[in-house]
């Protein structure tokens, strides 16, 4: 017996499918909006759940990943009455079971009802979760999990692998971690970086050259692709190449044998390929500067990687590793972390990810030298500022006046009047901590606010804040 949810703001909908579902002999809920539908979520842990695209508060659409992300990850399956292509394929993008159109059948309720707990139950009786070597793999949230057991399948398999991801998420990590779980792993992992390859020289570092075939080829060299010779080869940020070069590089995947620039015969090279990008190749295939033909060649596995803003708890974990990895370099003891620079690190939003995250650690420990404790001034100060930007915001937002009793039309103060005030308590707020972290210094202090001097100076009189 499974646990089944139904999220339809249409009540008669619900009670039908919740009957119908009830009538295989598996266990219900409904609810009639997404939030409703979180809570029933937390409180029933369904296998699998049904779900409108348009409810009261929110697109069934935009909510999947969110839902497929919360444990125990049920399988989504959406129904709506007004869908069309492009919502289909965005509800298969965000990971849905099914997308099954209004007015419902009988067939198209129970046929993916029953495929979706039949995958389910398989997955469910393989074993655990493999144990992987995942060195500098750091994080058990559930999006970094759902990552590794794409990495397991893939080393397990001869497929093609195409990571995508933000800047900084760690590819490469997760490329060397498809290697080395694999049965390639005592073999070459190499790496090309290919917005590093210089126009000129590409097809001559990736397939080599005879001695003598141009000027400055003294000495006959073998590529890249020989090199990896029964390893992996991890096309680094692919989007780069160049189109011209994606031809050769196309016919190399397929048939394993290239010949080197000036050599009168073939060579062979059985690699297992891995890529990784932070461009949308689909995108560049549209636009016609990526060959569709070489992705399709290439996503033979897909895995994207989160950024670290969506890996909630990984932080600390992240942070208190490369804390400690530091203390091991330098021999010396363990730094304490005071709370307030956790909160600093939890405030700002990391566009740069995992590995901006690990460089500001380091210039953290270099400022802190002897000190035996992390403060959050021990942080570069473009992050204090954009968490402390955040933070203010955040407590703006709440502090706006509220109305616990219904007032009068004559005493409800205007929304421009609103606004003032909210603004006028933002921007005194800010100015003082901005001060206090500078402490006092105005070119620091303009630096930071982005605010010219007489400006900040303006704003100080206006507030009656003294240096």
């Given at each position: 017996m499974?646990?089944?949810?139904v999220i339809?703001d249409?009540?008669?909908?619900?009670?039908?499918?919740?009957?119908l579902?009830?009538s295989?002999?598996?266990?219900?809920?409904?609810?009639?909006?997404?939030?409703?539908?979180r809570?029933?979520?937390?409180?029933?842990?369904?296998?699998?759940?049904f779900l409108?695209?348009?409810l009261?508060d929110?697109?069934?659409?935009?909510?999947?990943?969110?839902?497929?992300?919360t444990?125990?990850?049920?399988e989504?399956?959406?129904?709506?009455g007004?869908?069309g292509?492009?919502n289909a394929?965005?509800a298969?993008?965000?990971?849905?079971?099914?997308?099954?159109?209004?007015?419902l059948?009988?067939?198209?309720?129970?046929?993916?009802?029953?495929?979706?707990?039949?995958y389910?139950?398989e997955k469910?009786?393989?074993?655990?979760?493999?144990v992987?070597?995942?060195p500098?793999?750091?994080?058990?949230?559930p999006?970094i999990l759902?990552?590794?057991?794409?990495?397991a399948?893939?080393?397990?398999t001869?497929?093609?692998?195409?990571?995508s991801?933000e800047t900084?998420t760690?590819?490469?990590?997760?490329a060397?971690?498809?290697h080395?779980?694999?049965?390639?792993?005592?073999?070459?992992f190499v790496?090309?970086?290919c917005?590093?390859?210089?126009?000129?020289?590409v097809?001559?570092?990736?397939?080599?050259?005879?001695k003598?075939?141009f000027?400055?080829?003294?000495?006959a060299?073998?590529g890249l692709?020989?090199?990896?010779?029964q390893?992996?080869?991890?096309?680094?940020?692919?989007?780069e190449l160049?189109l011209?070069s994606?031809?050769?590089?196309?016919?190399?995947?397929?048939?394993?044998?290239?010949?080197?620039?000036g050599?009168?015969?073939?060579v062979?090279?059985?690699?297992?390929?891995?890529?990784?990008t932070n461009?949308?190749?689909?995108?560049?295939?549209e636009?016609g500067?990526?060959?569709?033909?070489?992705l399709?060649?290439?996503r033979g596995?897909a895995i994207?990687?989160?950024?670290l803003?969506?890996r909630g708890?990984d932080?600390s974990e992240?942070?208190m590793s490369?804390?400690?990895k530091?203390s091991?370099?330098?021999?010396?003891?363990?730094?304490?972390?005071?709370?307030?620079?956790?909160?600093?690190?939890?405030?700002?939003?990391?566009?740069?990810?995992v590995?901006?995250?690990?460089?500001?650690?380091?210039?953290a420990f270099a400022?802190?030298?002897d000190?035996?404790?992390?403060f959050s001034m021990?942080?570069?100060a473009?992050?204090?500022?954009?968490?402390k930007?955040?933070?203010?915001?955040?407590?703006?937002?709440?502090?706006?006046p509220?109305c616990?009793?219904?007032?009068?039309p004559?005493?409800?103060?205007?929304?421009?009047?609103?606004?003032?005030e909210?603004?006028?308590?933002?921007?005194q707020?800010?100015?003082?901590?901005l001060?206090?972290?500078?402490e006092g210094n105005?070119?620091?202090?303009c630096?930071?606010s982005?605010?010219?001097?007489?400006?900040?100076?303006?704003?100080?009189?206006?507030h009656?804040?003294k240096?």
């Open positions: 499974a646990k089944v949810l339809d249409d009540k008669m909908i619900c009670d039908t499918l919740q009957t579902i009830n295989q002999g598996h266990e219900t809920a409904g609810a009639l909006t997404l939030k409703e539908g809570a029933r979520l937390r409180e029933m842990a369904p296998d699998l759940i409108d695209v348009n009261p929110g697109s069934g659409l935009e909510a999947v990943a969110e839902l497929r992300r444990p125990p990850h049920p989504v399956i959406i129904i709506t007004e869908g292509p492009d394929a965005l298969m993008k965000s990971d849905a079971w099914d997308y099954v159109r209004k007015p059948s009988m067939q198209a309720v129970l046929l993916p009802l029953t495929r979706a707990l039949q389910r139950e469910a009786s393989r074993t655990s979760r493999q992987l070597r995942r500098e793999i750091i994080g058990n949230g999006e759902s990552c590794l057991d794409l990495v399948k893939a080393a397990g001869e497929a093609s692998v195409l990571i991801g900084g760690g590819k490469e990590l997760f060397r971690a498809i080395a779980n694999s049965d390639r792993a005592e073999q070459n790496v090309v970086d917005a590093a390859l210089p126009a000129t020289l097809e001559s570092i990736l397939f080599g050259h005879e003598g075939t000027t400055g080829a003294d000495l060299r073998e692709l020989l090199q990896a010779h390893g992996t080869l991890f096309l680094d940020e692919i989007g160049p011209e994606q031809v050769r590089l196309l016919r190399v995947l397929q048939e394993q044998r290239f010949r080197p620039i050599s009168t015969s073939e062979e090279s059985r690699f297992r390929v891995v890529a990784a461009r949308d190749l689909d995108e560049m295939a636009a500067t990526f060959r569709r033909d070489l399709f060649r290439l596995f994207e990687l989160p950024p803003r969506r708890d932080l992240l942070t490369q804390l400690a530091l091991r370099h330098y021999r010396i003891p363990t730094k304490g972390v005071c709370p307030g620079f956790m909160e600093t690190l939890r405030e700002y939003d990391w566009p740069g990810n590995r901006e995250l690990f460089n500001a650690l380091g210039s400022q802190a030298k000190d035996p404790t992390l021990h942080l570069p473009d992050i204090r500022a954009s968490a930007s955040r933070q203010v915001r955040a407590e703006s937002r709440a502090q706006l509220s616990p009793v219904a007032p009068q004559s005493s409800l103060p205007t929304l421009q009047h609103v606004r003032e909210a603004l006028e308590r933002a921007e707020r800010y100015l003082n901590d001060l206090g972290l500078t105005m070119e620091k202090a630096a930071i982005g605010l010219s001097r007489s400006q900040l100076y303006r704003i100080m009189q206006k009656r804040i240096r």
